[in-house]
C-alpha cells in the first residue's frame, strides 16, 4: 500500500504509524494501491455529517478525515478512529467485499438497506475498538507541528 497524507495533519508520524500498522492488520500492506488521506475542515458535501469517508478500487483510493464536525472541532483520537473505521472500508473495497458504488457485498445489492444494517458498516463499527487498541502507537509522543 502507498500512501499520501495531504491536509493539514497534526503528529504526522503518529499518523502515519498507526496507517502502516491498520495496513498490515488488514491484510492489505502488499496491496499495490495508491492512497490518498485528506484532512479536511468538513467532509462530504453541505449536510452531510460524517468524520469521514472513503471509497477505493483495486488501484487507488480515497479516504477523507474530517478536522471539524458541525462547526466543533473534532480531537485527534476521533480523527485516528475515524482512520480505523475508513481503513476498513478500504479494505472491503481492495478486496471486492464492497463494490466500488458501495452498494453491493460480496454480489448482492444492499441498496436500500438503512445505514444502520448495512453488513459493511456493521463490520467496520464491530473491528474499530479491537483495531484501535491493537494499531494505535500509544508509546508515540503526540506534538503539535507536523
Known sequence: MIYEITGRCKNRKVVETLLTRLCKE???????????????TECGEEGDESYGWAIADQEEGELEIAKTHKGKK??????????????????????????EQGIR?????YDNVPYSKQPWEIEAYGREDELFMKCYPFN???TSGN
Open 105 to 109: 457485498w460480496y454480489g448482492e445489492l
Open 140 to 142: 508515540m509522543d503526540l
Open 74 to 99: 473534532v480531537g485527534f483520537l476521533m480523527q485516528m478512529r475515524t482512520i480505523v473505521h475508513e481503513m476498513v472500508h478500504i479494505k472491503q473495497f481492495l478486496k471486492g467485499e464492497l463494490d
Open 26 to 40: 488488514l491484510g492489505i500492506a502488499d496491496h499495490e494501491a495508491n492512497l490518498e488521506i485528506r484532512f479536511v
